[in-house]
């Protein structure tokens, strides 16, 4: 990781290099959910129990996006909002 590190740093000035990246990067991301897929369909223990683990991953996105709106709120009404 380090090493990717430097070398984007090093690159970050050549936007030819780095645009030509950017399709790669999406191509490697959607094969490695793809592949994740495929292991989290294989897995007959996930798959018997989806439905709690759907439950859980459905309140846990609930109090996620909540608590994001709630903060977020709060950050607006004390850092952006401007005085009357």
């Known amino acids: 990781m380090a090493i990717g590190i430097i070398i984007g740093f090093t690159i970050q000035d050549k936007a030819k290099i780095v645009k030509a990246i ?15 897929g495929i292991s989290v369909g294989t897995n007959e ?3 018997s129990n989806l439905d709690t683990l759907g ?3 459905l309140l846990l996105t609930l109090g996620g996006v909540m608590g ?14 401007t005085k009357k």
Do not use: E, G, R, W
Request: aromatic share 22%.
């Open 55 to 57: 439950a859980q991953a």
């Open 22 to 36: 950017d399709p790669m990067i999406n191509i490697a991301i959607y094969a490695l959910l793809f592949l994740l």
């Open 45 to 47: 223990i996930i798959i």
């Open 68 to 81: 994001s709106v709630v903060l977020a709120f709060f950050t607006y009404k004390f850092f952006f909002k």
